[in-house]
């Protein structure tokens, strides 16, 4: 079992596996309008983080699930990888986990099923770390392994976070730096550094129970979590859903390490879920060099928390995150939508 590494046995590799934005978009256009839930406060016509649902005692119940492919060797850290990315969906609109599911697909015929529970009990341990129960699950026989969860979880309406409602002027905070699919991609190609092996992997399985505080914030006007869509994906999303245009700087824009992912990308560590990214929304960003486009269309898998914060409050704001063991700075802005382009990287 020590020989085995997953990442040998799947196409693609943690939420670089999803299916490209525009491609979604052709998938969703397919579905008919069903019938008004008035209850429903978001649902698939908002392309938010998860489902929210009222209950009508000013709370609400967050559903949501998350799965993909090995982006790591080790089947325990996997587990723990894909778990800790599905419940950020919760953390990522304010709200406390409540509940997990597993979701698991197993090459049976591939791999031993011992590899199996190592994966099922990373998940159990991410779990376990936000406080909540894996509660059950459904697995199946599938040409790939495939893990994550369906979670649910509560908040307070009140402090309900969605990726619109950011205002002119809101400044642009990232709470985890980003580069895990350039370094995933080079582990695939075989070319990543064993000192480097460790770079995304620890962040990974960082949990982003920091939402949960953001969500009481009113000076946090928008919040999504980045993942598979990079960083200009989600924040076109958050743009369109807001109304407005952004401009950043790649140059504050939080990196794991600048010179290492520099590195793997001399080398043709690209991941194709950049190019499909950028394919489906580059005519919403302007920007000047491939460089650009390659960091900031970079899939990522559990992310961080992308934040739109009143321009008055930002150090309030980078405070409460020093106060949670995180470190923070601005990197870009909202302003009034020009109709031209959403997205600006200077």
């Not at 723990?80 to 986990?97: C, E, H, K």
């Not at 791999?111 to 059950?136: K, N, S």
């Not at 895990?180 to 092996?197: D, F, M, N, R, Y």
């Not at 009113?218 to 401009?247: I, N, Q, W």
């Amino acid at each position: 079992m020590k020989n085995i590494k997953l990442t040998e046995y799947s196409h693609g590799a943690g939420c670089g596996c999803k299916i490209a934005p525009a491609v979604l978009d052709t998938i969703l256009g397919q579905t008919q309008k069903g019938p008004d839930f008035p209850n429903l406060l978001v649902g698939n016509h908002e392309r938010d983080d998860a489902a929210v649902y009222d209950l009508g005692d000013g709370t609400a119940v967050i559903s949501t699930t998350d799965f993909f492919m090995p982006i790591v060797d080790d089947p325990l850290t996997f587990g723990r990888i894909a778990a800790t990315n599905a419940i950020s969906d919760v953390y990522a609109m304010g709200g406390t986990p409540m509940m997990a599911i597993a979701i698991l697909g197993w090459p049976i015929d591939k791999l031993p099923p011992e590899v199996a529970g190592l994966v099922v009990e990373g998940g159990r341990q991410a779990c376990a770390d936000a406080g909540i129960p894996l509660a059950g699950g459904h697995s199946i026989d599938s040409p790939e392994p495939i893990f994550g969860l369906a979670v649910n979880g509560r908040v307070d309406i009140k402090n309900l976070k969605k990726n619109g409602g950011a205002s002119r002027g809101d400044v642009l905070f990232l709470t985890k730096p980003i580069g895990v699919g350039i370094l995933s991609t080079a582990q695939k190609q075989k070319k990543l550094k064993p000192e480097h092996s460790h770079l995304a992997a620890e962040q990974m399985v960082r949990l982003n129970k920091i939402g949960i505080v953001l969500g009481t914030l009113d000076y946090v006007h928008a919040m999504t979590d980045v993942t598979g869509f990079g960083v200009l994906g989600h924040l076109t999303e958050m743009c369109k859903a807001s109304d407005t245009t952004a401009t950043i700087r790649l140059a504050d824009v939080p990196l794991i390490d600048e010179t290492i992912l520099n590195h793997y990308l001399a080398e043709g560590c690209i991941p194709g879920g950049t190019k499909r990214n950028w394919t489906s929304y580059g005519h919403h960003v302007s920007l000047t060099t491939d460089r650009q486009k390659w960091l900031l269309a970079d899939p990522q898998t559990s992310g961080g928390l992308l934040c739109a914060v009143a321009p008055e409050q930002a150090d309030a704001f980078r405070e409460i995150c020093m106060q949670n063991g995180i470190s923070v700075e601005p990197f870009g802005a909202m302003a009034a939508a020009d109709g031209k382009k959403l997205v600006r990287v200077e």
